[in-house]
């Protein structure tokens, strides 16, 4: 576990906690559903809806959704998962949705709130300690973006050798994609390192990370969409369908996945701004780059980008500063927009996508 980073995630717990005293929304919860179970009237039924809108609006201006993979992992890891963001408010309507009957439920929210009015101290004390040993805090950075790599261990067979060629071709993936954003072909910074999976924290320029999570976040919709179609050809399969209709439904899987990857390198290349010999060069390599990185997110591996950037609304007269701000601004909003989408894909016990990545390409 990353001290440092887990040092980070303490202290938004906290500060989102002060805000909102989520055990206290909780408890105004409980209060009201209560005395709308107990004596049922308008006035009950829109104290309870009241109620469960400010916890709703609470966990809004806290979503897990803005977590990066590895904050929600340090989340979950600790314990906290339920009680903050979707989570809590998923919780608390599955609660009352299900339970037989009112005391049912109001004894599951009573262990809900129980739960929190453990955690919330445990995270304070731990926090304080934490502090009292000098550990840094490891926060998301602010002038920049941050790409967080977790590697399943079974990816690498745990061998240094195999870790080492994987991060070797995650490397060159990286550069291609900066080289075509950026024009430049720079180091990559490590920020820090970590354990349980193989993780691996990378700054880049924010332009880089926000293509990179464009990428990402199409890898994960493709992959989602042709499971629900792998589905329908599975349903079709069980009804002794024709085997040419079904021979027809998976050419056309292999169809949209070879295309919709040409679009997103063609959509990338776009960025370019040097020479066509070079370009030529770079869509030759951008192409097995970004099957490489499709591949490793298709078996398994997140990739996730995160920044806490802001844009600076003053200065800006002259057109080439107005121009970097609208795309410095461009990036943070589609990272925002982007960061945690990982979480969305459906997982599967083989791959998906079946991209022809060889050994030649690692």
């Known amino acids: 576990m990353n001290t440092e980073r887990l040092h980070s995630l303490t202290l938004h717990l906290i500060e989102a906690n002060e805000k909102h005293n989520f055990a206290n929304l909780l408890q105004n919860v409980e209060n009201t559903y209560i ?22 609006n609470a966990a809004v201006e806290f979503p897990l959704g803005n977590l990066s993979s590895s904050r929600r992992k340090l989340l979950k890891s600790i314990g906290g ?3 903050y963001g979707d989570n809590l408010v998923r919780r608390v309507d599955d609660i009352i949705a299900s339970a037989e ?12 709130r129980s739960g929190m009015q453990v955690f919330f101290p445990a995270v304070q004390a731990l ?6 040993l000098g550990v ?34 995650l490397n060159r993936a990286f550069l291609d994609i900066q080289e075509v954003v950026t024009g430049e072909r720079t180091h990559l910074d490590i920020r820090s390192l970590g354990s349980g999976s193989l993780e691996l924290y990378l700054t880049v320029d924010l332009n880089t990370g926000a293509v990179l999570l464009q990428f990402m976040t199409a890898v994960v919709l493709l992959i989602n969409s042709i499971l629900q179609i792998r589905r329908g050809r599975d349903s079709f399969k069980q009804l002794e369908a ?16 070879k295309k919709k990857i040409d679009e997103l390198r063609n959509e990338i290349l776009e960025h ?10 770079l869509s030759n390599a951008l192409s097995k780059s970004l099957d490489h990185l499709a591949d490793r997110i298709d078996r398994g591996m997140d990739i996730d980008v995160t920044t806490a950037a802001t844009v600076d609304e003053k200065g800006g007269d002259e057109t080439g500063e107005v ?18 989408v990982i979480n969305q894909l459906e997982r599967s016990q083989e791959p998906v996508l079946q991209l022809p990545v060889t050994e030649e390409d690692l």
């Open 81 to 83: 998962l339920d009680y």
């Open 242 to 257: 024709p085997k040419q209709i079904l021979k027809d439904i998976k050419g056309w899987e292999d169809e949209i996945i």
């Open 35 to 56: 005395q709308a179970a107990q004596s049922p009237s308008p006035e009950n039924a829109s104290a309870f809806d009241a109620a469960k809108d400010a916890l709703r």
């Open 272 to 281: 370019y701004k040097g020479g066509e010999e070079r370009k030529n060069e």
């Open 127 to 132: 926090n304080e300690n934490i502090d009292k």
């Open 323 to 340: 121009e970097q701000i609208q795309a410095r601004r461009r990036s943070i909003e589609s990272i925002r927009e982007n960061t945690n």
């Open 101 to 112: 009957t009112p005391s049912n439920a109001i004894a599951e929210i009573q262990q809900l």
């Open 136 to 169: 840094a805090v490891e926060d998301i950075p602010d002038d920049s973006a941050e790409i967080e790599v977790l590697i399943p261990r079974t990816m690498v067979d745990g061998y240094l050798d195999e870790f080492a060629k994987e991060i070797s071709r």
